[in-house]
């Protein structure tokens, strides 16, 4: 499975972004798609994930409420809307893929097996 990821750029507080993951090379029965981002000097932390099968959703605290995950089937891609924008939220951001996960280990990033490069979010004050 090939991850693509692409939508970043610079923006100031406040604003808006949308991040895409597009997914090719392979397909899951059921599973999960997510976002995680990473600053330097600090480790990847998880942003959001969404459950291909049923579209269930889980957060982040940070970005609860500014942030949306989406899925495209048909497209076999998944979307990250960004809104209210902080500095805060300057990252790399990277999508990842999973089969099975169990319980709340969806936040590890060490459980996904597929990434994609990424993403650089600026957010500028």
């Known amino acids: 499975v090939q991850l693509q990821a692409s939508g970043g750029g610079t923006v100031q507080a406040g604003g808006s972004l949308r991040l895409s993951c597009a997914a090719s090379?392979?397909?899951?029965?059921?599973?999960?798609r997510g976002w995680f981002r990473q600053a330097p000097g600090k480790e990847r932390e998880f942003v959001a994930v969404?459950?291909?099968?049923?579209?269930?959703?889980y957060y982040a605290d940070s970005v609860k409420g500014r942030f949306t995950i989406s899925k495209d089937d048909a497209k076999n891609t998944v979307y990250l809307q960004m809104n209210s924008l902080k500095p805060e939220d300057t990252s790399v951001y990277y999508c990842?893929?999973?089969?099975?996960?169990?319980?709340?280990?969806?936040?590890?990033?060490?459980?996904?097996?597929?990434w994609g490069l990424g993403t650089q979010v600026t957010v500028s004050s």
């Open positions: 969404i459950v291909w099968s049923d579209g269930t959703t």
């Open positions: 090379g392979g397909t899951f029965s059921s599973h999960f």
């Open positions: 990842a893929a999973q089969g099975a996960i169990v319980g709340s280990y969806y936040r590890r990033p060490q459980v996904y097996d597929y």
